[in-house]
């Protein structure tokens, strides 16, 4: 790992410097200027990777790596998972993957012990792997963040804010069906009132399920649209969960939409 960056709280609306590894640089994000006990903050890790150069998403495609992070955080804290706003497709060599080319910023959201009071130093260990056309670094860091003890007052912090905005999100009413023929899945997609999944972009957040090297198109169906794509080479028998993102075409805002055979 390697070195730390401190962030004094008084200071997180100004912009820092990161940690430089391999061919990205990432830091710490806070969208408030201190924390309430019990209340639930909102940050974000920021890697910013170098020309050329892109990261991986939560379902990296073949060859890639997600993001890790190991959080230090006081007694009774506890840290949600790392969010990931949509990503693009791109490929590394011969190698198709998700994810996202000059910069990323992964929010999360922690919440602080009801008991809580005093400096709180928050810590996370992160890894990740940066990948060009024809090679792939590994890169690491450890990121501090000192917050005092106050109000919880939220600052907002821009780049927080843009990645908030491209979250899948859950729609109730929205849906997807799952069924398999041979070494295909037929995918079935139903949108509640007047959504419109015509020309969307659509995107498996499950990895190994679904053949990532073809573009996942849609096509209008009585009662919503359908799909048929390859199951993943290394698919074993049918699928159990599947996760999809749809983004673009005529939606306002990117759309998770998650199946599982379990009941």
Same mark, same amino acid.
């Given at each position: 790992?390697?070195?730390?960056?401190?962030?004094?709280?008084?200071?997180?609306?100004?912009?820092?410097?990161?940690?430089?590894?391999?061919?990205?640089?990432?830091?710490?994000?806070?969208?408030?200027?201190?924390?309430?006990?019990?209340?639930?903050?909102?940050?974000?890790?920021?890697?910013?990777?170098?020309?050329?150069?892109?990261?991986?998403?939560?379902?990296?495609?073949?060859?890639?790596?997600?993001?890790?992070?190991?959080?230090?955080?006081?007694?009774?804290?506890?840290?949600?998972?790392?969010?990931?706003?949509?990503?693009?497709?791109?490929?590394?060599?011969?190698?198709?993957?998700?994810?996202?080319?000059?910069?990323?910023?992964?929010?999360?959201?922690?919440?602080?012990?009801?008991?809580?009071?005093?400096?709180?130093?928050?810590?996370?260990?992160?890894?990740?792997?940066?990948?060009?056309?024809?090679?792939?670094?590994?890169?690491?860091?450890?990121?501090? *963040?000192?917050?005092?003890?106050? /109000?919880?007052?939220? =600052?907002?912090? $821009? @780049?927080?804010?843009?990645? !908030? %905005?491209?979250?899948?999100?859950?729609?109730?009413?929205?849906?997807?069906?799952?069924?398999?023929?041979?070494?295909?899945?037929?995918?079935?997609?139903? *949108?509640?009132?007047?959504?419109? /999944?015509?020309?969307? =972009?659509?995107? $498996? @957040?499950?990895?190994?399920? !679904? %053949?990532?090297?073809?573009?996942?198109?849609?096509?209008?169906?009585?009662?919503?649209?359908?799909?048929?794509?390859?199951?993943?080479?290394?698919?074993?028998?049918?699928?159990?969960?599947?996760?999809?993102?749809? =983004?673009?075409?005529?939606?306002?805002?990117?759309? !998770?939409?998650?199946?599982?055979?379990?009941?």
């Amino acid at each position: 790992m390697l070195k730390t960056m401190i962030i004094s709280a008084a200071l997180s609306g100004i912009a820092f410097s990161g940690v430089k590894s391999g061919h990205a640089e990432a830091e710490l994000l806070a969208a408030t200027e201190d924390y309430a006990a019990g209340q639930p903050l909102q940050l974000g890790i920021r890697l910013k990777m170098d020309e050329g150069w892109h990261s991986y998403w939560v379902n990296p495609g073949d060859g890639g790596m997600e993001m890790s992070v190991d959080w230090t955080l006081p007694e009774g804290w506890k840290a949600g998972p790392l969010q990931y706003p949509v990503p693009i497709r791109f490929m590394t060599g011969d190698l198709p993957g998700f994810g996202y080319e000059d910069e990323v910023v992964l929010p999360v959201r922690l919440t602080p012990a009801v008991g809580a009071s005093g400096p709180a130093t928050i810590r996370v260990a992160l890894s990740w792997l940066t990948c060009s056309d024809s090679a792939c670094v590994p890169g690491s860091a450890d990121l501090e *963040l000192v917050l005092a003890h106050g /109000a919880g007052k939220a =600052t907002g912090n $821009p @780049a927080i804010s843009a990645a !908030l %905005d491209q979250l899948p999100e859950k729609l109730e009413g929205a849906a997807l069906e799952v069924t398999t023929q041979e070494k295909m899945a037929i995918l079935k997609v139903s *949108l509640p009132g007047s959504l419109d /999944a015509t020309g969307c =972009t659509v995107y $498996p @957040a499950t990895p190994e399920v !679904l %053949d990532i090297g073809k573009v996942i198109k849609l096509r209008k169906s009585d009662g919503g649209w359908e799909a048929e794509v390859p199951l993943h080479e290394y698919a074993t028998g049918a699928p159990s969960k599947l996760d999809l993102v749809l =983004t673009g075409g005529n939606l306002s805002r990117p759309l !998770l939409l998650q199946w599982s055979s379990e009941p």
